[in-house]
């Protein structure tokens, strides 16, 4: 079905795209001690809805339509992500772009390889009668090769070159801070990706909610290639 296929896609693009713009705001809240900002960025709470529709989608129409799906919005979510990287917002006109290429670069490398992967284990592991072992696995696992290839490439100081090449200035976040905001000191990019992940992991647990809901209510689409009787 048409529609489907359109609005898993589209709710690919708009979670990347929203992923891109919200990863270079930190969480400034305080807990206690801890400083939200030097652990978490918003974007940690929006990525993993991406991993829902590909599971949603590989359920109920298999690992070949979720594999068209990850990569028309891998190329449509590049597009918009290098958009943003030359525009600002709407309401922030003449201010600064959206996101940046180095991001938009990264981003596009990290959300490929993550939804393949999660696309493979959820395809291993559909068979098992406890329904819920396919989407977590699969979540968690995307999400952790996710997070390593998005923030390494994004912030890592040994990748700078890649701001380099768009003729941007360094915009690696090497700096010392504690990590997740009590442990030793580790570059600032590595707590926020431990971070990350932290939030992604909770996030595919509770995820496991509207996916077991919409089990129950999304019809399972003809194999590619199948004729209609």
Do not use: C
Not at 8 to 22: D, G, Q, Y
Not at 157 to 184: E, K, R
Request: no cysteine; hydrophobic share 55%.
């Amino acid at each position: 079905m048409l529609a489907r296929f359109l609005a898993a896609v589209t709710a690919m693009v708009v979670v990347v795209a929203a992923s891109n713009i919200l990863v270079l705001y930190p969480l400034n809240v305080t807990l206690g001690s801890i400083n939200l900002a030097d652990l978490l960025t918003w974007g940690a709470f929006t990525f993993p809805f991406a991993f829902l529709v590909t599971d949603l989608i590989n359920r109920y129409d298999g690992a070949q339509r979720a594999r068209l799906v990850a990569l028309v919005g891998f190329v449509v979510g590049l597009g918009v992500s290098f958009y943003l990287s030359f525009h600002p917002l709407p309401w922030n006109a003449g201010g600064a772009a959206a996101t940046t290429q180095r991001i938009a670069t990264a981003s596009a490398s990290a959300f490929i390889v993550g939804q393949l992967l999660d696309i493979s284990i959820f395809s291993r592991l559909r068979a098992n009668r406890t329904w819920y072992v396919a989407p977590l696995l699969g979540s968690l696992f995307g999400s952790l090769i996710d997070t390593a290839i998005f923030f390494t490439l994004s912030f890592a100081p040994a990748f700078a070159g890649i701001d380099g090449l768009y003729g941007l200035p360094d915009g690696s976040l090497g700096f010392p801070a504690p990590l997740l905001g009590v442990g030793p000191e580790v570059p600032l990019w590595v707590s926020l990706a431990a971070g990350d992940f932290g939030v992604k992991f909770l996030a595919a647990l509770l995820l496991l909610a509207p996916y077991r809901v919409l089990m129950g209510r999304i019809m399972p689409l003809q194999p590619i290639g199948a004729r209609a009787a």
